[in-house]
């Protein structure tokens, strides 16, 4: 995994000022690509792993919406997480004032301590940055 060297900008942060490693993503794939290497490996024809895809999302998404955890498995778990603003008094809060939006969060599989999604990452210095 490569990586660049960023300075903290944000005056308003405790690191600001401070060094930091960063992951280079140099490019983003497609569902198409996934569809395509998906069908290969397992023998079949595209379109039947893009009705797999499409219909596992529509499901994982619903249920995400209505709060469930989804653990899939040899892969991990994903839930969503309300990001709100904090009140000195419970009376003041206001969902539509305070909640600031909503972010997946993703638990990759974990056996016995250990992620198999972070095995054999290696950093290298993006030559770049």
């Given at each position: 995994m490569k990586y660049r060297i960023k300075k903290e900008?944000?005056?308003?942060?405790?690191?600001?000022?401070?060094?930091?490693?960063?992951?280079?993503?140099y490019q983003t794939v497609e569902s198409r690509q996934?569809?395509?290497?998906?069908?290969?490996?397992?023998?079949?024809h595209p379109s039947n792993v893009r009705g797999v895809l499409l219909s596992l999302a529509e499901v994982i998404n619903n249920h995400l919406r209505e709060g469930d955890r989804?653990?899939?498995?040899?892969?991990?778990?994903?839930?969503?997480?309300?990001?709100?603003?904090?009140?000195?008094?419970?009376?003041?809060?206001?969902?539509?004032?305070?909640?600031r939006g909503v972010r997946l969060h993703f638990l990759p599989e974990s056996s016995e301590g250990t992620q198999a999604l972070y095995q054999g990452i290696t950093f290298e210095k993006d030559k770049n940055g």
């Open positions: 900008t944000k005056p308003t942060l405790p690191t600001y000022g401070k060094y930091k490693a960063v992951a280079v993503h996934i569809v395509k290497e998906a069908a290969q490996r397992m023998g079949t989804v653990r899939l498995e040899d892969w991990g778990m994903m839930k969503l997480e309300i990001e709100s603003e904090k009140v000195d008094n419970l009376k003041d809060f206001k969902a539509k004032k305070h909640i």
